[in-house]
């Protein structure tokens, strides 16, 4: 950890002033996963970037477009951000590492180090070339391998790789490491492939924590949690997976605690109703929000709608959700579809 830390010390900026907040913004881009990070002494973090295109009903590229990538420069644009500092790629799956490289050469900032899990962990030709696309963007950049335990180096937020590659953390976080009372619980099958790998990161800012754990799957959930909890609770959570059924055990969800959760989900792509239920039946949870509405999973199961950003993929805007954290714990949500907030303290 240390040596990675050495290691990345001079990409940090001049200094700035600070702000009071830590900003995330979470993108639409129709399931896929966009997540934009701005901290106080604004640094960016990008975490993955989308699907490279529109996707016919098995979710297969069918035509390559610039909609995901347009979306996350005006994000970026709107957030003023000037550079980013960490480019994350979770995972090589098309809808989150797909759309790496046409945002990389496409966006109107630098983009000062990449960050990922290493060599490409699946077989299948869709990850493989994703894979070859990214590191052909890559260049001369700087470019970061990240194992479980390592920090990433914000100023002022602490952002730690709780999994990567295949393997999870070993020694628990402060206030983590207790028994966890959900465990053992579910006993999955084993996961291949590149959801297995993904980057999942957990992000403290003072007494403010959450986590996001990209497309980890149940096997991957149940090394990590059981029978000890190494992150302990969370104010807020992003779900993992997009709420599909296969990730989401309730010995993760539930025993994060988290006070609210959002759903980075399209209105064809997660959101799926056994993952839903699992979020909003975790203890202390105060309000789900989502990307999209989700008919398949049923009225009861969805948000209500002031809690969701987009009600239909056929005239969809791009509303993203935003969320801006203090230091002393409280968090604020917003939906920039209607402007409806929620302070939690």
Known sequence: ??????????????????????????????????????TPARQAMLIDAGWPGLQDEKFQTVKITDRDTDRIIECVRSAGVKQIDYFVVTHYDQDHGGNVARTAAKMR??????????EVMSQGREAQDV??????????????????????????????????????????LPGGGIP?????????????????????????FGKFRTVDLSDLPKARERELMCPNNPIGTVGLLLV?????????????????????????????????????????????????????????????????????ANLSEADCRAYW???????????????TRNGFSKTYP
């Open 1 to 38: 950890m240390r040596l990675l830390a050495c290691l990345l010390l001079s990409l940090w900026p001049a200094f700035l002033p600070a702000a009071d907040t830590l900003d995330f913004y979470i993108i639409d881009v129709e399931g896929g996963k966009a997540v934009l990070v701005v």
């Open 131 to 172: 894979y070859a696309s990214y590191t052909t963007a890559l260049g001369s950049a700087t470019r970061v391998i990240v194992k479980a335990g390592d920090r990433i180096p914000l100023k002022g937020v602490e952002v730690d790789v709780v999994t990567s590659a295949g393997e999870v953390l070993k020694t628990p």
């Open 240 to 308: 993992s997976h997009h709420a599909f059924d296969m990730s989401n055990l309730p010995l993760l969800v539930h025993a994060l605690k988290p006070v609210a959760a959002i759903v980075n989900n399209g209105e064809r792509h997660g959101g799926q109703a056994g993952a839903l239920q699992t979020v909003r039946d975790s203890p202390g949870l105060e309000d789900m929000w989502q990307m999209h509405l989700t008919p398949s999973a049923g009225k009861e199961r969805n948000a209500p709608e002031k809690f969701i």
């Open 321 to 335: 959700i935003k969320v801006a954290a203090r230091r002393d714990g409280s968090f604020r949500v917003t939906n």
């Open 180 to 204: 966890n009372p959900y465990c053992p619980g579910e006993a999955p099958s084993p996961s291949r492939g590149e959801n297995p790998a993904s980057v999942g990161l957990v992000f403290t």
């Open 109 to 118: 900032v630098p983009i000062r180090a990449f960050v990922d899990h290493g």
